[in-house]
């Protein structure tokens, strides 16, 4: 089998080394069950998924958390191929309900807790959520019958690497090793999905991104929190000396990586999913500050995270030489993008600012920023 290059029309094409081969698309409809899709990489994955498959349903299940935001879906909305469903995913009556309606061919789980610095506070519901959710999902699958189950994970199981190693990266058979609540609830779905396969062969995948950027990213994460406290000329809380490296993704990415991974990547695989783009977080915000025109005297030094993870980094090579994806976005673009995004789209962050979002943010920031 040569290695899958792409789609374009009807025709998918092959490389074979010395050349192409192009094979006649074979389109089915597929219903897709996108979980957690109001939030940031679930809601560009349903526009990526409405706009490349038209054929395809597309159902978004959701308990609109704090972190999901229905007006992201506001033009998914008016497609007659997608529908809105609010429920949580580890209440097991409501699944069964949604598997009866809809007979899903594909179920992509993006629901999950997903912030740090929250699990780090409570780690409760990080564990109901992200693991005991992928139990309840996975179960409605073996009841129900499914094409493939995917699991959206994170580098972060993988614990972290050191800062003069720059040698290392992570690969798939990196060991699982992980720092903070979010990560080991993360690691702990990654392995009994693993499980479900080798005891039930129930048809599953599992992708491990490194961190991501781009429209909709909530506000209490890096990027998004530096652009908005920026641009109204606050203090830009970075933890320790800044120095933590992340390997950054632009969203729509790795929308493309789960896509082809769902529909041509092998079941019971693990694929890391990233670009090569490490910066150290001071670097990150100083870029941020370029583009907005700020000063660096924004920045704000504050106590750091406990168990502060210092790099991440990924190897992408095995989905780039089992599916040829490769990343379209550099990041120097990514983040201008991004960047001009939050300053056409303020109404959509400003309404979270001014909300709940405003108790979380003085209850984690208020002591740091006055030290
Ligand atoms: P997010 O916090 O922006 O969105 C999470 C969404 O899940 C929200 O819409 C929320 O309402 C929903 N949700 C939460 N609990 C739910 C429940 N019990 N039932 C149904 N819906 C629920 O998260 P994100 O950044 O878009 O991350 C999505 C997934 O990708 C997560 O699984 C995360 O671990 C993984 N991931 C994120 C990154 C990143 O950089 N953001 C990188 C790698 C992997
Ligand atoms: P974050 O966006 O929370 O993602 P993750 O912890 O999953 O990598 O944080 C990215 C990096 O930025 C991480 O090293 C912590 C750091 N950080 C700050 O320095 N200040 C902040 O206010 C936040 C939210 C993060």
């Not at 798939?172 to 992980?178: D, F, S």
């Amino acid at each position: 089998m040569g290695q899958y290059v792409g789609i374009c029309g009807s025709y998918e094409y092959y490389f074979y080394g010395y050349y192409f081969q192009r094979r006649e698309r074979i389109v089915e409809e597929m219903n897709l069950i996108v979980t957690g899709g109001a939030g940031f990489i679930g809601s560009n994955f349903i526009y990526y998924e409405l706009e490349n498959h038209p054929e395809d349903r597309v159902i978004c299940l959701d308990k609109l958390t704090y972190a999901g935001n229905l007006s992201t879906l506001e033009e998914a909305m008016k497609s007659p191929q997608f529908r809105f469903v609010k429920g949580d995913i580890a209440d097991r009556e409501c699944v069964e309900k949604l598997f009866e309606e809809e007979h899903p061919d594909i179920v992509v789980n993006f629901a999950a807790e997903s912030h740090v610095d929250r699990s780090i506070e409570d780690p409760g519901i990080f564990l109901m959520t992200n693991v005991i959710g992928t139990e309840v999902l996975m179960d409605a699958c073996r009841k129900y019958g499914i094409k493939r189950y995917h699991q959206v994970s994170t580098d972060e199981v993988y614990g972290d690497l050191p800062l003069d190693r720059p040698d290392l990266f992570f690969t798939e058979e990196t060991p699982i090793h992980t720092s903070s609540p979010y990560s080991a609830s993360k690691a702990s779905a990654d392995l009994l999905v693993l499980a479900y396969y080798r005891t039930f062969r129930l048809p599953v995948s599992i992708t491990r991104c490194s961190n991501n950027y781009g429209p909709f990213h909530f506000p209490e994460k890096l990027i998004p929190l530096m652009i908005s406290r920026a641009l109204a000329d606050e203090p830009l809380p970075v933890y320790g000396k800044g120095e933590n490296v992340r390997d950054w993704l632009y969203v729509v990415d790795h929308c493309s990586a789960i896509d082809l991974v769902i529909r041509k990547g092998r079941e019971g695989e693990v694929y890391n999913i990233g670009g090569h783009n490490e910066r150290t977080n001071l670097e990150v915000v100083k870029t941020i500050l370029r583009e907005l025109g700020k000063p660096e005297s924004l920045i704000s030094y504050v106590t750091d995270r406990p168990g502060h993870d210092m790099r991440y980094a990924i190897d992408p090579g095995k989905i780039h030489r089992e599916l040829g994806w490769l990343p379209q976005t550099k990041f120097d673009d990514g983040i201008h993008r991004t960047v001009q995004w939050y300053l056409e789209h303020r109404e959509w962050w400003e309404k979270i600012l001014s909300g709940e979002y405003r108790n979380y943010f003085d209850h984690m920031y208020g002591k740091r920023l006055q030290q």
